[in-house]
Each structure stands twice: as structure tokens, then as C-alpha cells.
């Protein structure tokens, strides 16, 4: 993965001194540095209303995982360079985590040293079909002389397998390390081996050699009771047994992690996706013959699509095991290859020519990120730009107010937006302290208009190829009050997470994909959708794979301008209701609706103070709810540009704003400062149980100011 950069821009000083001691403005210089950041700062000086000079100090906190990593007591900026050792292979030494490289990957071993000094020592064994109850060893690992190739942070072992081209390729990051398996032929089919594909799995199989056990992170270590995970599993009739492992597990090795992998098409070498939706790859830690293995698996029905892009190999036809070998002998076992230790190598690593090995491939993947277990919050008042990956495994704080921007370009990417473009990863639990009015904002950096006026005007209509939030956790995740606005995706979740998941109160605008959820054959709950904009993404759901069995409940949501609501499989859209949909005319989407209002063509919708998605005065979804306002707690909105306030008259369909008065503000009846919507907890219009306080100063009651839901009280935009 990617090292990430994230700026905190404060001003923190302002001093009035006299015009005459004017000064030019300096750079920024670095003031503090530590493992993860370093602080810039820099003084200048601007004319003031009445001619005034007035000196600033501004600084900001950059951060990124592995920035720095410390020699002879200093701290030193970390590269993403593998240098030729001259005792033979080559390594990564500038960073916190180390990376060696054999010159063969057949006689030597790859080492990564986590930076709390875990040696992780390792060599692919083979590639593995399993069936369940058979094995079959169906290409092993042979001679391959590594080469480093021109990005300078990656070294490829090519037609490293016998049997069918693949290539190894492994990658060093500031942040981690990587490892994959690039097909560039087609295996034989589990037929070959009298196994049927489709109940069958193909296995990448790698062997560590004195490495510590790693802590396995389950959906039961993270906290999913095991009565939820094994009545989904019943109802999805998924076949367990101690050898089939089908829930993906997260390997944490000290401070480094080993997370979810992915499977996908790739067009060359430095792996740009010709789809942009991956396979889920799950992993199993296992002791077989006292051997320790990494199990990397997935279903012969899932990746098998991706092959049929692929040549056959020279090797077809069929496989008979040899005397004494364990290749291509089918077993109720694993057979495993003789185990070899490291042994000195009389090749030497080489660099690699430009144009090598441009031809398309299938690649299975692994990756192991340092992870930074502190908590953080992104503050509101405050920007940060995102340049790489940002990972985060304790408790992540978005308030309200605040600003994150996303590289546009990916810089520091190869094309695959998966795991090159920027993204924010959070492994551990998202707090989302903001409310409808007060947004947390996520946008690209080119973005200038929302950078200046503080999310309000409308979106550079360009996607990009960050993604703003992956939620690699299977803590229970509530997301409200959000703004996305571009990127290639706005969430993702990968399929391990085991919970009902909710959005409300949110904005996804140009996106690529507003919501990607990567479901599992096995897995099945509710999203749940509530008062949302969807306006101009390709898709509002992507659903990864075809057999999810999850359903979609929506409610109040508009849906404007996007190709897709769901990219259907097996998706079970519940219900989307009192919603408003716009389908562009020639819309090929799959739109499924319960009392919805759909317009076809026309206009639709209003803008006011750069929100372009009002309903006009004359729409048909005004007062066209089931009931009044207040039911569904929407007394204090509105979705007319004249900022009609709902109250207590019929709700509208679609997605809601908060109602603002004549200075462009939230409504505050009682004139303390805190906004209605805001003291009003329950959005019901009546002072009652858990109100903040009595926000109705026209007629004031006495209620018991309990313990119940409370807004919390933030910095408004002016």
C-alpha cells in the first residue's frame, strides 16, 4: 500500500505589529518530526483594512504512515527503494519496516522485519485446489531469478510456477508491504483433476519459516457474537469444516497486519484494473505437517470469469502425477511439496527492462500495512489532504465542519485505484460527530470551490480515483452527516463485517461509486438508507458479488442523474420509499422503487446557495408522504428552495436540507446560538425526552431533560 500524506492547516497566531517592519513572507520549515508526521510552520505578513501590517504564523501537521524512520537517533524521511545487495539479492532498508529479497525465489526467502523487530520469513509453496473433502497440487513453485523493476520499490519474479505462466511480484511501501500472484496464463480447470469447480477453491500456498504466530482478528475477536455469524451461515447452507475456512481472517503480526485481499483483471504489470471491482481473496493461518502455511483462497465460481481474458497454457492436456511427487496427485489431504530451507544462491537480482511483462494478467493479492492503533480526529475547522493510504485501527473521529481532501491524480499510484489511490482505511470504529447541517466534507484537491466556501457550492464533476473511506472493520458502523464529493468510490466495506449498516443525513456528488459493499456468499444484512443525495455517480450501490442476499431499506432519499441505483446480482432493494428519482432520458439503470416519485425528463430541481437539488415549486413529491413531517423527524427541514419549513404539514419526498433563514443560518427560534434542528432531538417539533434544550421560545413547557439521543453542539459555517 501507499504512504499517505495528511495536512492539518491551523493558524495559530496573529499579531498586529507596524507597516514599517514589513517583511517578505518565509517558506514553510519543518519544526518537529516523529515516526508518523512533522510539523510545518512559516511567518508572513499581510496588510490589514487600514493599512496595517499583520504577522501570521501558520503551521500545519503533515502525517503518513511510515514517514519517518530513525538512524543514529535522528529521524530520517522513509523511501520506497530496493537497493542490490553485493552478497547477492537486494533489499529495502530506508523505513520503519525492512523488506529482503532473494535472487531466487526457489533457494532463498522473503524477509520483512516489522519495526518492533518480528521477523516474517516466507516462500510461496504452490498453487492448490480444494474441493472440500479433495486436494490437488496443480503447479508448484520452481527456479526464478528476481528482477527490480523501473518504479524502483518493486522486484518481479517472472514464470515463477510450473504448469502455467505466473509471476510473483512483490512491492515495498512506506506504509507496508505487498505481495502478488499475477496469472498470465489459465490453469486447468478442477475437471482435469476429476474435482468439480463449482464447489471448488483455487489456493495460493506460502510457507513461513520461524516466524512468531500471528493474533488472528475474526468477526468473533472484533466482537460479532458467533450466534450471528452461525445463523447466517445456516440460512446460506454454507458447508464449514476445520480445513474450509470461508471467513476471511486478519493475521497481525506486532504492529504490521496482514488485511483483506483482493483478486481482480490487471492490464499490465503495474497492475491498472480493467474492472473496477475486485474479488474478495480470504486467508487461513494453519499448521499442516508442523509446517506453518498462509492459505489465500477463493472460489473457482468467482474467479473463473477473470480467466477466460487469459491464454491457455502450453501445458494443457492431462495430469498424471509422477512417482514420489506431490504435483497433480489428488488427495484427502494436503500434499505438500518436500520442505527446503534457504539455501546461498550463486544468482544475482538484475534490474528489469521497461517493457517487461506488459501482458495482461489475473492478480491475486495480499497486503501487510503498519498499523497505527492511536486514535484520530479529523477536526472540525480544520484541512487535510490525503496523498496515499491513511490507516487507522482505533477510535476515528469525523467532526462536523471539517475538510478532507483527496489527491485527484494519484501521484503516487500505478492505476489501480484499489490499492493505489488515495483512500483513508479505517480498521478499528468511526465516530461521525456532525449532524445534517454541519457536514464533515470529503472532495478531491482540485476541488477549489468547495475548498474555499466551506462545502456549499456545487462539485468539479470529476471522479478521480480515491477512494474516501474503507471501513475494514466489523465494528458496527453508523455514517451521518457526510459529503463526498468525486473519487472513485465515496465507501466501500469489505466483506467481512457482519452488520446492518446505516447512512443518513449524507451527500455523494460525482462520484464514481457512491456505496461499494463486498459481500460473501455467506453474508446478509440491511443497509440502510435515510434522508441521502445521491447526484451524478455512476452508481448508488455496487454490490460485490453476484449471491449477496442483503437488503436495502431507503427512505427520503433523491437520486438524481446516476446511471445505476443498484448494480443488481442477487440484491434484494427492499424498499425505496417516498423518494424522488430523476432517470436522465436513455437511462439504462435499474431503478426499483415504492413510492417514489419518478420524473423522466423535465426540471425538476432548484438551486439555492450552490445546493442544485430542491424540488421545484410546482413538483409533484411536495406533500405527497404517508404522513406529517414530524413522524419521521424532518419537522425542522425542507426541500424547497424558499425554505418552506416542513413542520407539520405532509412530508415531501426526497432528500431533505435543513431550513435556513433570511441570513442563509439555521432556523434559532429562541436566539441562544444553538439551531433548532439541533436542540430538537428527536426532529418532532416538541420540546420533549432527551431535547438538548426548549428550542420553541413562543411557547415555552417545562419537559425532563433526560438522558436520552443528544445533538451535540458545533462550530457553524457563517
Not at 499517505?4 to 507596524?18: E, K
Not at 518504479?151 to 512506506?174: E, H, P, W
Not at 428527536?682 to 432527551?690: E, K, L, R, V, Y
Request: charged fraction near 15%.
Amino acid at each position: 500500500m501507499k504512504n499517505t500524506l495528511v495536512v492539518i492547516i491551523l493558524y495559530v497566531l496573529a499579531v498586529r505589529i507596524p507597516a514599517q517592519t514589513s517583511a517578505p513572507t518565509l517558506p514553510f520549515s519543518v519544526v518537529h518530526r516523529d515516526a508518523n508526521s512533522r510539523v510545518w510552520a512559516r511567518t508572513n505578513y499581510e496588510t490589514g483594512a487600514s493599512g496595517q501590517t499583520i504577522k501570521k504564523v501558520h503551521q500545519y501537521t503533515e502525517l503518513a504512515t511510515g514517514m519517518h524512520y530513525q538512524k543514529n537517533g535522528q529521524w530520517i524521511e522513509s523511501k520506497e527503494e530496493i537497493e542490490v545487495l553485493p552478497q547477492g539479492g537486494a533489499a529495502a532498508e530506508q523505513g520503519q519496516h525492512k523488506a529482503y529479497f532473494p535472487s531466487d525465489i526457489y533457494e532463498g526467502l522473503i524477509e520483512v522485519v516489522t519495526p518492533d523487530g518480528n521477523h516474517l520469513k516466507s516462500r510461496p509453496l504452490g498453487i492448490n485446489y480444494y474441493d472440500g473433502e479433495k486436494n490437488v497440487l496443480i503447479a508448484e513453485l520452481k527456479h526464478s531469478v528476481g528482477q527490480i523493476l523501473p518504479s524502483g520499490n518493486q522486484v518481479i519474479y517472472t514464470n515463477a510456477f510450473t504448469d502455467f505462466a505466473a509471476d510473483i511480484i512483490l512491492t515495498y511501501r512506506k506504509s507496508g508491504f505487498e505481495s502478488d500472484l499475477v496469472f498470465h496464463e489459465k490453469p486447468p480447470v478442477p475437471e482435469v483433476f476429476g474435482l468439480n469447480s463449482a464447489g471448488c477453491e483455487l489456493e495460493l500456498l506460502t510457507e513461513f519459516f520461524d516466524t512468531p504466530e500471528p493474533d488472528q482478528i475474526t468477526p468473533i475477536s472484533k466482537g460479532v457474537p458467533s450466534s450471528r455469524i452461525n445463523n447466517v451461515l445456516s440460512k446460506n447452507h454454507v458447508k464449514r469444516t476445520n480445513s474450509l475456512e470461508t471467513i476471511d481472517t486478519s493475521l497481525k503480526f506486532g504492529n504490521m497486519v496482514m488485511t483483506h485481499g483482493q483478486a481482480f483483471q490487471a492490464n499490465s504489470i503495474d497492475k491498472s484494473r480493467s474492472s473496477k471491482h475486485g474479488i474478495s481473496v480470504s486467508k487461513t493461518w494453519a499448521k499442516i505437517q508442523q509446517r506453518s502455511l498462509l492459505i489465500e483462497s477463493i472460489p473457482i465460481k468467482k474467479i473463473g470469469p477473470e480467466f477466460q481474458a487469459l491464454p491457455n497454457s502450453s501445458a494443457n492436456g492431462p495430469k498424471v502425477a509422477a512417482a514420489g511427487s506431490t504435483l497433480h496427485k489428488v488427495s484427502d489431504s494436503r500434499l505438500l511439496p518436500e520442505r527446503r530451507f534457504a539455501r546461498t544462491s550463486t544468482s544475482c537480482i538484475e534490474i528489469a527492462n521497461a517493457n517487461l511483462s506488459q501482458n495482461p494478467g489475473v492478480v491475486l493479492d495480499y497486503n501487510l500495512i503498519i498499523e497505527d492503533a492511536s486514535d484520530f480526529t479529523f477536526q472540525s475547522g480544520n484541512t487535510y489532504l490525503v496523498m496515499g493510504q491513511f490507516n487507522l485501527s482505533g477510535t476515528t473521529t469525523i467532526e462536523g465542519g471539517t475538510m478532507v481532501e483527496f489527491d485527484s491524480y494519484n501521484q503516487y499510484g500505478g492505476g489501480n485505484w484499489w490499492t493505489d489511490g488515495a483512500m483513508i482505511n479505517i480498521m478499528g470504529t468511526l465516530v461521525c460527530n456532525t449532524d445534517p447541517y454541519n457536514l464533515g466534507v470529503f472532495t478531491l484537491d482540485i476541488d477549489a470551490a468547495i475548498r474555499e466556501n466551506s462545502g456549499q457550492p456545487g462539485v468539479t464533476p470529476y471522479t478521480g480515483d480515491a477512494t474516501f473511506l474503507n471501513l475494514d472493520s466489523a465494528t458496527v458502523f453508523e455514517i451521518h452527516g457526510l459529503r463526498f464529493c468525486g473519487g472513485a468510490a465515496a465507501v466501500t466495506r469489505p466483506c467481512e463485517t457482519w452488520d446492518d449498516f446505516s447512512i443518513s443525513h449524507c451527500q455523494f456528488l460525482y462520484c464514481g461509486d457512491a456505496i461499494v459493499d463486498r459481500f460473501d456468499d455467506y453474508n446478509s444484512y440491511n443497509i440502510n438508507l435515510f434522508n441521502d443525495l445521491f447526484a451524478g455517480c455512476d452508481d448508488v450501490i455496487a454490490v460485490v458479488p453476484e449471491s449477496s442476499q442483503s437488503v436495502v431499506w431507503a427512505s427520503f432519499v433523491t437520486v438524481d442523474a446516476v446511471d445505476f441505483f443498484n448494480t443488481l446480482y442477487n440484491l434484494i432493494p427492499a424498499s425505496l420509499q417516498y423518494s424522488v428519482v430523476r432517470v436522465d432520458p436513455g437511462n439504462s439503470g435499474d431503478i426499483w422503487c415504492d413510492q417514489c416519485s419518478v420524473n423522466p425528463s423535465g426540471q425538476i430541481f432548484a438551486t439555492s446557495g450552490g445546493n442544485k437539488n430542491y424540488l421545484t415549486a410546482a413538483s409533484l413529491a411536495i406533500n405527497a408522504g404517508p404522513g406529517p413531517a414530524q413522524q419521521f423527524g424532518l419537522f425542522h427541514f425542507t426541500t424547497q428552495a424558499d425554505q418552506a419549513l416542513e413542520g407539520n404539514s405532509v412530508v415531501d419526498y426526497g432528500y431533505h436540507y435543513v431550513a435556513l433563514n433570511a441570513n442563509g443560518t439555521p432556523i434559532d427560534t429562541d436566539g441562544d446560538g444553538v439551531p433548532d434542528y439541533a436542540e430538537d432531538a428527536n426532529g418532532n417539533g416538541i420540546f420533549d425526552f432527551g431535547d438538548l434544550s426548549n428550542w420553541n421560545a413562543v411557547n415555552p413547557s417545562p419537559c425532563c431533560i433526560g438522558s436520552g439521543l443528544l445533538r451535540s453542539a458545533h462550530i457553524l459555517r457563517p
